[in-house]
């Protein structure tokens, strides 16, 4: 099985030229769309499309991603295996959110010529590189017949939380289509807080931590766990970006207690 997750930038046309050259290696794969739908060149946004997905599929299945504004640079192709899946695509950040959650267990750079197709554009690498690996890998090629191990790839500041003695600094991860502002901050580090004492923007908050939006009245504040594991920060039948005018990537730092 090989998921396809790109940002909206790849018109359908593309799409189609990267379903073709699967199909074309690989004709009996089972091809699913996660989105096509990430904003353009948005590397953030595409890695919280990717790892709020990937844990649903089954294990082994091949997430081919791409978002992808260094295409063409000297950026590494890269693949990645976590103890449940496999990952494809442009080593700038869009792959290590998912695959940290998975466990890493190997990254390999996609150096191999039998595994590209024969002419490589600079502009989309998507169907030349990265659409043919993700073919040949649910194919039943080993992974290290890729390319060379590597150790250090770009892991993105989103990817994880930093913690000091008394605080969580993170930042947001996601504003969903409600206004619910989504952090990267992690249900386990926060298993021992009940309120949520927050800087955010240009605002200090303390929110009451709760399991459900509507454990709070309408228009008022609410923290809690989300149904992607992260902490969010929302107000019940409203918008709280809107309210704070917060964006993504923006700071969030959470008081422990």
Not at 75 to 90: E, I, M, S, Y
Not at 103 to 115: A, K, Q
Not at 153 to 174: D, I, Q, W, Y
Request: with cysteine; charged share 20%; net charge negative.
């Amino acid at each position: 099985m090989i998921t396809l997750t790109t940002d909206f930038g790849l018109e359908d046309s593309y799409v189609a030229e990267m379903k073709g050259v699967i199909l074309s290696i690989n004709a009996y794969v089972n091809l699913i769309d996660v989105s096509h739908g990430v904003k353009k060149f948005d590397i953030r946004m595409g890695a919280f499309t990717l790892a709020s997905a990937a844990p649903y599929f089954p294990k082994d299945t091949v997430h081919l991603a791409v978002v992808d504004p260094g295409v063409g640079t000297q950026r590494r192709a890269v693949l990645v295996q976590t103890k449940q899946a496999f990952f494809v695509g442009p080593d700038n950040g869009l792959l290590m959110l998912a695959a940290k959650n998975q466990g890493i267990e190997h990254i390999y750079e996609l150096l191999n010529s039998m595994y590209r197709l024969p002419k490589i554009s600079s502009t989309f690498h998507g169907r030349d590189i990265f659409a043919p690996a993700a073919a040949y890998l649910d194919k039943g090629v080993k992974p290290l017949e890729f390319g060379p191990e590597i150790t250090d790839p770009v892991t993105p500041k989103f990817a994880a939380a930093t913690r000091n003695n008394t605080s969580l600094c993170g930042e947001v991860l996601h504003i969903d289509g409600f206004g619910n502002i989504i952090t990267n901050i992690t249900e386990k580090e926060i298993s021992k807080v009940k309120t949520v004492k927050a800087k955010l923007a240009e605002c200090s908050l303390e929110v009451v931590f709760a399991k459900t939006y509507d454990e709070v009245k309408p228009k008022d504040l609410v923290a809690l766990v989300g149904s992607h594991g992260f902490l969010e920060i929302a107000l019940n039948q409203g918008s709280a970006a809107e309210k704070f005018n917060v964006h993504s990537g923006d700071a969030v730092t959470i008081t422990l207690p």
